[in-house]
Nanobody
Framework: VQLQASGGGLVQAGGSLRLSCTAS??????????MHWFHQAPGKEREFVGT???????RYADSVKGRFTISRDNAQKTMYLQMNSLKPEDTGAYSC????????????WGQGTQVTVSS
């Protein structure tokens, strides 16, 4: 399984970006996978941003609740991260990961896409 994250860029504080994570080489249909977004700020540990499970249920880190929205298009094998009201502390690399429905181990990680929020 391969994941490709894209959509990062430079945006001013208060702005918006939409990231995508597209899967290929799946051993099962895309809707069988729970998908996750992670964020790694410069010099910091990678942290959980949010997740969307195989039936579309979402969960978010407190730091992004109300600002970020995760969605998925199973036909396009793609997960999205709509980021609104961006803050400078949202700067960093955003990566995606997949794991089988209900599993605890990830089966694939995508390379990060860089987001820079200027103040």
């Amino acid at each position: 399984v391969q994941l490709q994250a894209s959509g990062g860029g430079l945006v001013q504080a208060g702005g918006s970006l939409r990231l995508s994570c597209t899967a290929s080489g799946l051993t099962r249909t895309f809707n069988y996978y729970d998908m996750h977004w992670f964020h790694q700020a410069p010099g910091k540990e990678r942290e959980f941003v949010g997740t969307i499970d195989s039936i579309g249920t979402t969960r978010y880190a407190d730091s992004v609740k109300g600002r970020f929205t995760i969605s998925r298009d199973n036909a396009q094998k793609t997960m999205y991260l709509q980021m609104n009201s961006l803050k400078p502390e949202d700067t960093g690399a955003y990566s995606c990961a997949a794991r089988f429905r209900g599993a605890t181990e990830y089966v694939a990680w995508g390379q990060g896409t860089q987001v820079t929020v200027s103040s």
